[in-house]
């Protein structure tokens, strides 16, 4: 499934969203919830260069709900979820 709204990441408001204490309190809140581990290979927060928090969709951006809008990835799963998503577009 592609996230919806996906054209929103480049937006003006997502690129100041990403920077904001509310968007890292979400993103601290969705690692706790995954045990600071990757949901797609298992690997912890110790064992990768980087967690990253990924919207499974953006139709609720700036309003997520941390259990079903968000996940945690390592920055490697993180990079196949988007190349997937591309190729799903044809981008």
């Given at each position: 499934?592609?996230?919806?709204?996906?054209?929103?990441?480049?937006?003006?408001?997502?690129?100041?969203?990403?920077?904001?204490?509310?968007?890292?309190?979400?993103?601290?809140?969705?690692?706790?919830?995954?045990?600071?581990?990757?949901?797609?290979?298992?690997?912890?927060?110790d064992h990768?260069?980087?967690m990253q928090?990924?919207?499974?969709?953006?139709?609720?951006?700036?309003?997520?709900?941390?259990?079903?809008?968000?996940?945690?990835?390592?920055?490697?799963?993180?990079?196949?979820?988007?190349?997937?998503y591309d190729?799903?577009?044809?981008?």
């Amino acid at each position: 499934m592609c996230p919806e709204g996906s054209e929103r990441v480049q937006s003006a408001f997502y690129q100041e969203y990403i920077k904001s204490p509310e968007w890292e309190e979400k993103k601290r809140q969705r690692m706790e919830i995954d045990g600071f581990r990757c949901v797609m290979c298992g690997r912890s927060i110790d064992h990768c260069r980087t967690m990253q928090v990924h919207h499974v969709t953006y139709r609720n951006l700036g309003h997520e709900d941390v259990m079903r809008d968000l996940c945690t990835v390592c920055g490697s799963c993180h990079k196949k979820l988007h190349n997937y998503y591309d190729r799903e577009r044809g981008d």
